[in-house]
Each structure stands twice: as C-alpha cells, then as structure tokens.
Nanobody
C-alpha cells in the first residue's frame, strides 16, 4: 500500500532553518496535488504550502510565504519543504499529503493520503 513518509523535523532556535522531506513509497496513488500542513498543540491542522502536478504551481500560507519553499524531485518521488528564519509560532507537527484532481490545495479534507507527521519545535 502506498505511503507518505516525512522526516527532517527537529528542535531548533528561532532564526534557524530546517528542510523537511516527504517520500512516497510502496505503490502509486493519485497525485494531482501535494501539500504540507501543520498542527500545533490545541489547534486545528492548518495549510502551509501546496503544489499542483504536473505544472508545479505552488501556493503558500501568508504566515510562511517568503520564508518557506516547496520543491520536488520527481526522480526520487520526493517533495521538500525548506523552512528558513523559523519562528516559535512555526512549532507543530508537519504533515505531507497527496490529493487527486479538481481539489483545493489549501483544504485538508481534499487530500486522500497523509504521512505520519514530523515534529518541528522552534525555541525563542
């Protein structure tokens, strides 16, 4: 069964950078869009970044635009979230997700496949 696996999270200080990786393994699934979401303790899951396939058109949350970059490597079946100038409010569990055609990139319910998440903690 196809699965998404994230890694690259960790504990960093404000202003530092992290690069999250999401790889797809074990099969194929509909992937017309990929996204990154995050969830902080006590809060709902929120959109971070999204990308449509195959155009590569990318979208960002206003809270991360200019600091985060969503990229992909099709040969490796992987996507990446480069996070620069991290802030304490970026703390949370980060999830990658894949969705089918005709969906909205910033709506969590429109994604069909989710990874298990990777923890990002940013200290002040």
């Amino acid at each position: 069964q196809a699965a998404l696996i994230e890694f690259g999270g960790g504990l960093v200080q404000a202003g530092d950078s992290l690069r999250l990786t999401c790889v797809a393994s074990g099969g194929t699934f509909s992937r017309s869009m990929m996204g990154w979401f995050r969830q902080a303790p006590g809060k709902e899951r929120e959109f971070v970044a999204g990308m449509y396939w195959p155009s590569g058109r990318t979208f960002y949350s206003v809270f991360v635009k200019g600091r985060f970059t969503f990229s992909r490597d099709d040969a490796k079946n992987a996507t990446f979230l480069q996070m620069n100038n991290l802030k304490p409010e970026d703390t949370g569990v980060y999830y990658c997700a894949a969705g089918g055609p005709g969906r909205e990139y910033d709506v969590a319910e429109d994604y069909d496949n989710w990874g298990q998440g990777t923890q990002v903690t940013v200290s002040a």
